[in-house]
């Protein structure tokens, strides 16, 4: 079958989380035999198409968005297009999907918690730093003070934007069952024979052994330094609640963001000890395999890869429970732990850890065990079913 990926970025499998599976997807498929391309619906000019496509796998960008329908039309007779997966959650992909013939099967993924935001918005505009302008500061301190204020504005314009792609899409694919009703709550006219749900897979090769490495008492951050949505805040704070208990312990943060200097700032004023800012790092896999434990803040998440990536390498995760996913990926006190979203809630269950209380080794072995299930060739499968037989 010919299928192609639409999303907003060029496919570069180091950007970000989406890219990432995107391009994961795409070997996988072409692997099994299918041809697969990518849209992407920017018209900027990139200086490489190439960087982080397989060779198998073209990237095709749109060069006028006044002429959409030509474009899309045109792409589609010379690639025989069978199927179109869109990773795109916006209005400007609405008018692409539409312009595919209605014969072209057509699922949209979203790849966030649905509606996120709601009665969370003091708590993220709080950690919102990239507001230079006037307009922008008025928003986020209005919406600290009155935060209902601003919820009809996020909640109205995620309704029109799920409704127009679930009318667009022959299905709309979330990545958790556990998220539908959050759908149907927001959308109720939603056909329930729309919704499905597929997992992400674990973008990581598969791991044979991991005996090379060895396991140090360190407590692991990895992700995008970012505080509206990451919330690194809480990971420092945890670690504030450990480290004059556990001296031979130290925190590890690994990732860049808009906010590094920040956190690295806030350490400092807490004078908290023995924890290093990485930033980015192209060997995150000698991380988790070292780390005893990974912590997961976010205020909020889609799947949350960094859970199945630090599992694959038996480092054990510690994990808010903001988001629905997270409940697919750990299975609380057996190959993790999922806490409440308090500092001291995830100091508390890690010290158990560190006391003797749970057998690590156990709980590393079953973390290994339990990723097999978000296999990439098992997350194929799925697609590859879904795609067959519509």
Request: charged share 20%; net charge positive.
């Amino acid at each position: 079958m010919n299928i192609m990926f639409i999303f907003d970025f060029p496919i570069i499998a180091n950007n970000g989380g989406v890219q990432r599976v995107t391009n994961t997807l795409a070997k996988e498929l072409v692997r099994r035999g299918h041809k697969v391309s990518f849209l992407c619906t920017s018209t900027a000019k990139h200086q490489d198409t190439s960087i982080g496509v397989d060779s198998l796998c073209t990237q095709y960008y749109l060069s006028d968005k006044s002429n959409v329908t030509h474009q899309v039309r045109v792409l589609t007779e010379k690639l025989e297009i069978d199927a179109v997966i869109n990773q795109s959650f916006s209005n400007e992909v609405i008018p692409i999907l539409s312009a595919f013939p209605s014969t072209i099967f057509k699922v949209s993924v979203y790849h966030s918690q649905p509606f996120a935001t709601y009665k969370k918005e003091r708590l993220i505009l709080r950690g919102l730093t990239n507001t230079n302008s006037l307009a922008g500061c008025i928003f986020k301190y209005v919406g600290i003070i009155a935060p209902y204020l601003v919820r009809d504005h996020y909640i109205k314009g995620a309704k029109n934007i799920f409704s127009q792609l679930i009318n667009t899409s022959d299905k709309y694919c979330l990545l958790s069952y556990r998220y539908q009703e959050r759908v149907k709550r927001f959308v109720p006219n939603v056909p329930a024979s729309k919704l499905i749900a597929i997992n992400n897979p674990n973008t990581f090769p598969d791991i044979v052994t991991i005996d090379q490495f060895e396991r140090e008492n360190v407590l692991l951050f990895m992700g995008r330094i970012e505080n509206s949505s990451k919330n690194v805040y809480d990971f420092v704070r945890v670690w504030q609640m450990l480290v004059k208990r556990n001296p031979d312990w130290r925190a590890i943060v690994v990732g860049d963001g808009s906010d590094l200097q920040r956190m690295k700032s806030f350490a400092r004023e807490l004078a908290v000890e023995r924890i290093s800012f990485e930033g980015n790092k192209a060997n995150v896999g000698e991380y988790y395999a070292k780390a005893k434990f990974l912590c997961l803040t976010s205020n909020y998440e889609g799947w949350g890869l960094v859970l199945v990536e630090a599992m694959q390498f038996g480092c054990v995760p510690v994990s808010y429970g903001t988001f629905e996913a997270v409940y697919d990926i750990i299975d609380d006190g057996e190959n993790g732990f999922i806490v409440d979203k308090k500092p001291s809630a995830m100091a508390q269950q890690i010290q158990q850890c560190i006391d003797g209380k749970f057998d690590f080794s156990a709980l590393s072995q079953r973390a290994r065990k339990k990723v097999r299930k978000f296999s990439t060739v098992n997350i194929v499968d799925q697609w590859e079913a879904l795609i067959r037989h519509q």
